[in-house]
């Protein structure tokens, strides 16, 4: 109860600082935009090639601009020892990790249900169909991305070559995220859309394996 | 609003190391901080006082040795005592404000009315008509009290301060004086790295001077006090 109590409290402070500096929130728009924008000329919209080659490119899009988001997410806490403060002040250290993950997780799927409509509309596929379904994939991948992320975010934070320690850590670790993604995303934009339920247990499975792992070894991931 | 009861609560350092790859920055130090003791410690830059404190805090682990809190008659407790901790940096968030950042803190210390607690302490800081404005707009000085402030959120039994003078204008430094010698009267336990002999230092009824992460020097004795203090500066 205090966990969640402070998990509370801790993500209506990441909200607010975050929709006041929309520091994140900017950065990954924009640079989803830019990667959608620029790969929709290598397409033929009339032809089937944006079907198959849209989700991966959309997933890949989605996983850099995380890899880009959840950088700076424990860096922030290091600039007046602000995360020192919050271990001195809360009563599981786990609602630190609950909160940024939880934000980190939110801030992703805004950002992506924002470009659905720019991708469908660049790419020529029909999701207002199976926008539910979208939503529920989008939310598994993202909260495959956000978990390790946030993770590796702690770790790197405290790294000599910080900047590129998260993208060394993340991305090998993400690749089976990103290809049940990216299969179950496929699926739902084919001609006979259908939710896959492999690929979405499988996002399931990983969501939980990689939360417990933080909640019975995160504390460690914050100490000096 | 009712303060928590204060419970006078004493820290022992047995023998604690703490290595950072091959460099020690501490080495075998030992001490018993009696229960409402007021202790400097004073020492050169890189002298270990910052890590003693901030294994105090339980913010970083000893490499090896043991700390242990104990309650009035000397018996060790399992439960961690209230603590506040000033540190080098302020430990508050830029982007919120002066009021925010103390409610942040105080919500997640379970303190029963948060609102009316920060408030007070804005006050007591000389800060209550700045206590929308955002940190970051803030002197140095100014930051200083919020991050004083912040670590009385608790009403500590125990009080961890790392040069809590740093920033602060004459003004600033008789208050912080006045706040710290109610807190020896109340006999809550204090800790503080000091640079030289302030008013202050001048509260501290021990002082102990630490050199390469050893403790070279511990007295209660005014004069020696007075000596260790004012080494600590040359």
Known sequence: MATLADTTVLLGKELRTEFRSRELLTTTVVFILVVLVLFSFTFDPSLGDPRRFGPGLLWLSFLFAASLMLQPCFLREQNNDT??????SVRDPFSIFLAKLAANTLFLLLTEVLMLPVFAILYNVHILAVFLQLVLVLFLGSLGVAIPGTAFSAISAQARMRELMLPLLLLPLLTPVLIASTEATGALLDANPVLRADGLGFLVGFDVVFLTALWLFGEYLLEE | MTAPPLTPTGIRFANIEKRYGTLYALRRVSLEIRPGEFVAFAGRNGSGKTTLLRIAARLVR?????????????????????????????????????????????????????????????????????????????????????????????????????????????????????????????????????????????????????????????????????????????
């Open chain 2, 62 to 234: 000893a490499s090896s040795g043991s700390m242990s809190f104990q309650g009035p008659s000397g018996e060790t407790t399992d439960s961690a005592p209230r603590t506040g901790f000033v540190a080098h940096a302020t430990m508050v968030y830029d982007e919120l404000s002066a009021e925010e950042n103390l409610l942040l803190f105080a919500r997640l210390q379970g303190i029963a009315d948060p609102g009316a607690r920060a408030r007070a302490l804005l006050e007591e800081v000389g800060l209550s008509e700045r206590r929308n404005s955002l940190v970051r707009t803030f002197s140095r000085g100014m930051r200083q009290r919020v991050a004083i402030a912040r670590a009385l959120l608790n009403e500590p039994s125990v009080l961890l301060l790392d040069e809590p003078a740093t920033g602060l204008d004459p003004e600033g430094i008789t208050w912080l004086a006045n706040t710290l010698g109610r807190m020896r009267d109340e006999e809550r336990t204090v800790l503080m790295s000091v640079h030289g002999e302030s008013a202050i230092s001048a509260l501290a009824t021990r002082a102990v001077r630490l050199e390469a992460g050893s403790v070279v020097a511990d007295t209660r004795a005014g004069s020696d006090r007075h000596a260790i203090l004012t080494l600590a500066s040359a």
């Open chain 1, 83 to 88: 995360l020192s403060a919050l271990r001195l």
